[in-house]
């Protein structure tokens, strides 16, 4: 029932931007890291950021000074603001957050969105 819908994907010209949304909902009794992973076509999936529900930050060497992760607790929501895009981000792009439900297990574990698209032209 706990659920992640990521939304901002897009095409967009290299050096543009773009800003990615994942909000989470359903029955859910606390929320602690949330995160961006991408994967290409042929490529392992790969952290891009990560926040902590103490705004702990860690993000990818490729992305750093680039892109912005942020999250609004009260809207169960994270953000990934995307500067200065190359055609080597583009990638689908996954949220991540490690969610305890209200329902069982009742322990905290992974839950996954379904992935927006992001493509950078040259």
């Known amino acids: 029932q706990v659920q992640l819908v990521e939304s901002g994907g897009g095409l967009v010209q290299a050096g543009g931007s773009l800003r990615l949304s994942c909000t989470a909902s359903g029955n859910i009794y606390s929320i602690n890291d949330m995160g961006w992973y991408r994967q290409a076509p042929g490529k392992q999936r790969e952290l891009v950021a990560v926040i902590t529900n103490g705004w702990l930050i860690n993000y990818a060497d490729s992305v750093k000074g680039r892109f912005t992760i942020s999250r609004d607790n009260a809207e169960n929501t994270v953000y990934l603001q995307m500067n200065s895009l190359t055609p080597e981000d583009t990638a689908v792009y996954y949220c991540?957050?490690?969610?305890?439900?209200?329902?069982?297990?009742?322990?905290?574990?992974?839950?996954w969105g379904q992935g927006t698209q992001v493509t950078v032209s040259s």
């Open positions: 991540n957050a490690r969610i305890t439900p209200r329902t069982v297990p009742y322990r905290v574990g992974d839950y």
